[in-house]
Nanobody, 123 residues
Framework: QVQLVESGGGAVQAGGSLRLSCTAS????????MAWFREAPGKEREFVGA????????AYGDSVKGRFTLSRDNAKNTVYLQMNSLNPEDTAVYYC????????????????WGQGTQVTVSS
């Protein structure tokens, strides 16, 4: 059973930055596609981005493209989400998960969800 643990969330003012981390409990995660999703109150869970196992290929949702950057350190079983130029619309609980296939962006296609970390951006 894979466990993913997110950390790094918090409160920040608009224009600020945060870096989220997602650490896996098993080494085999380094061969998987990893993704971040977010869920704001009253909204559906939204695709934020995904990173391939090598870390060399990434994909982003339209609302975060150009502001958020994914990276991974396979030696630490960890994926990072660097978030810059944050705005209040980025306020949500952020989750990491594994993807079965590259290119999938629906939350229903993800597995092994972490518990989430809250990000709050004030104006």
């Amino acid at each position: 059973q894979v466990q993913l643990v997110e950390s790094g969330g918090g409160a920040v003012q608009a224009g600020g930055s945060l870096r989220l981390s997602c650490t896996a409990s098993v080494r085999t995660v380094i061969t998987w596609y990893m993704a971040w999703f977010r869920e704001a109150p009253g909204k559906e869970r939204e695709f934020v981005g995904a990173i391939a196992s090598s870390g060399g290929v990434t994909a982003y949702g339209d609302s975060v493209k150009g502001r958020f950057t994914l990276s991974r350190d396979n030696a630490k079983n960890t994926v990072y989400l660097q978030m810059n130029s944050l705005n209040p619309e980025d306020t949500a609980v952020y989750y990491c998960a594994t993807l079965r296939r590259w290119g999938e962006r629906s939350a229903t296609s993800a597995s092994n969800w972490g518990q989430g970390t809250q990000v709050t951006v004030s104006s």
